[in-house]
């Protein structure tokens, strides 16, 4: 007689390619239910979501083993609280904007009083919290020294076992990729940083993937040089990331940013901030600001200096491969 799967409710808010990897992880061994708990906008909107939550966990905690959350937020409270009440275990994922507290464009579970204290008693009763690198690690012990944790890097492999020829001639192209809604997307992102610097190096064509009809607005006065696209199925997204000689991460938060680290397996130069993840991904393989100078990046990207792109593919393989990922996670929620 087969022994029963272990049952595991899959709660998160945003779904995206990462949380999905996530997903398909865990369905491999085990028998997992998806809970979206859906972002909303308004107190009265967001308290249905949290009576909704309410009723699905008081009906349904019995039937599962594991509760594995996406980010900590609003959305966790309630599942970590039930796993703590009924002796389940809980896994906390820590992304980015978990940690983060920048009130100033009201961004991060940290930066509204009631928000920051739901986040934080996930995090202090969660059975396991498992920040995606080490920097969002140290901030979480800053934040809440009493939170059990562990890092696990998000991996990252070639669609369809591709071979690239990284000794071809790319396009004088700087790229970012950001899905932007809001002004609070296009700050954090650091995208009037990318369009700043787009003016000082008029040769350079620079493109920003992921900017929706309603945001375009927010990059005006648009230099000639700057083109915005919507966002684009991974397909054509690894096409850009085929064609950029650069790849740019300026934000003023971040986890461990995916399309870095995608443009960089594909063989970009990469330019970032010394911001979260952004430091780890690029090690010595590009540019890493400690403040935003774009006259340090103008002046790094005129230098044209030989950086071996299949060097900088090999070290994103080696740090964040995606089997690895896999075996710890599996190991770490089954221990």
Same mark, same amino acid.
């Given at each position: 007689?087969?022994?029963?799967?272990?049952?595991?409710?899959?709660?998160?808010?945003?779904?995206?390619?990462?949380?999905?990897?996530?997903?398909?992880?865990?369905?491999?061994?085990?028998?997992?239910?998806?809970?979206?708990?859906?972002?909303?906008?308004?107190?009265?909107?967001?308290?249905?979501?949290?009576?909704?939550?309410?009723?699905?966990?008081?009906?349904?905690?019995?039937?599962?083993?594991?509760?594995?959350?996406?980010?900590?937020?609003?959305?966790?409270?309630?599942?970590?609280?039930?796993?703590?009440?009924?002796?389940?275990?809980?896994?906390?994922?820590?992304?980015?904007?978990?940690?983060?507290?920048?009130?100033?464009?009201?961004?991060?579970?940290?930066?509204?009083?009631?928000?920051?204290?739901?986040?934080?008693?996930?995090?202090?009763?969660?059975?396991?919290?498992?920040?995606?690198?080490?920097?969002?690690?140290?901030?979480?012990?800053?934040?809440?020294?009493?939170?059990?944790?562990?890092?696990?890097?998000?991996?990252?492999?070639?669609?369809?076992?591709?071979?690239?020829?990284?000794?071809?001639?790319?396009?004088?192209?700087?790229?970012?990729?950001?899905?932007?809604?809001?002004?609070? #997307?296009?700050?954090?992102?650091?995208?009037?940083?990318?369009?700043?610097?787009?003016?000082?190096?008029?040769?350079?064509?620079?493109?920003?993937?992921?900017?929706?009809?309603?945001?375009?607005?927010?990059?005006?006065?648009?230099?000639?040089?700057?083109?915005?696209?919507?966002?684009?199925?991974?397909?054509?997204?690894?096409?850009?990331?085929?064609?950029?000689?650069?790849?740019?991460?300026?934000?003023?938060?971040?986890?461990?940013?995916?399309?870095?680290?995608?443009?960089?397996?594909?063989?970009?130069?990469?330019?970032?901030?010394?911001?979260?993840?952004?430091?780890?991904?690029?090690? #010595?393989?590009?540019?890493?600001?400690?403040?935003?100078?774009?006259?340090?990046?103008?002046?790094?990207?005129?230098?044209? #200096?030989?950086?071996? #792109?299949?060097?900088?593919?090999?070290?994103?393989?080696?740090?964040?491969?995606?089997?690895?990922?896999?075996?710890?996670?599996?190991?770490?929620?089954?221990?």
């Amino acid at each position: 007689m087969t022994e029963a799967k272990q049952k595991i409710v899959f709660i998160y808010s945003p779904w995206s390619t990462f949380i999905k990897t996530d997903y398909d992880i865990l369905a491999s061994k085990y028998e997992v239910v998806k809970y979206q708990f859906k972002p909303q906008k308004g107190l009265i909107k967001v308290g249905l979501q949290f009576l909704k939550q309410l009723l699905f966990l008081a009906f349904n905690i019995w039937r599962f083993d594991i509760l594995y959350i996406w980010f900590g937020d609003y959305h966790s409270f309630l599942p970590v609280l039930f796993s703590k009440v009924f002796k389940k275990k809980s896994f906390v994922v820590i992304g980015g904007y978990d940690v983060a507290n920048l009130p100033e464009i009201n961004y991060g579970s940290l930066s509204r009083p009631l928000r920051k204290k739901l986040t934080l008693f996930s995090f202090r009763h969660a059975s396991l919290c498992l920040p995606v690198v080490e920097g969002l690690e140290e901030k979480l012990k800053q934040v809440c020294p009493k939170a059990k944790s562990k890092t696990i890097h998000t991996g990252y492999q070639f669609q369809l076992n591709e071979k690239l020829d990284f000794d071809a001639t790319r396009e004088k192209i700087v790229l970012t990729v950001s899905i932007t809604e809001n002004y609070q #997307r296009y700050m954090v992102k650091g995208l009037d940083r990318f369009k700043e610097l787009a003016k000082k190096l008029p040769e350079y064509k620079f493109i920003v993937v992921g900017v929706k009809e309603v945001a375009k607005s927010l990059f005006e006065p648009i230099p000639k040089n700057l083109i915005l696209y919507p966002p684009v199925e991974q397909n054509k997204l690894i096409s850009f990331y085929k064609q950029a000689s650069y790849y740019a991460q300026f934000s003023r938060s971040e986890g461990l940013p995916n399309a870095l680290c995608e443009a960089m397996l594909y063989g970009c130069i990469p330019l970032g901030m010394e911001v979260g993840g952004i430091t780890t991904a690029i090690d #010595r393989f590009g540019l890493s600001m400690d403040n935003w100078t774009p006259d340090q990046a103008s002046q790094f990207i005129n230098q044209d #200096r030989f950086l071996d #792109r299949k060097k900088i593919s090999e070290h994103i393989t080696a740090k964040f491969d995606l089997s690895a990922r896999i075996k710890k996670l599996l190991q770490t929620v089954s221990a």
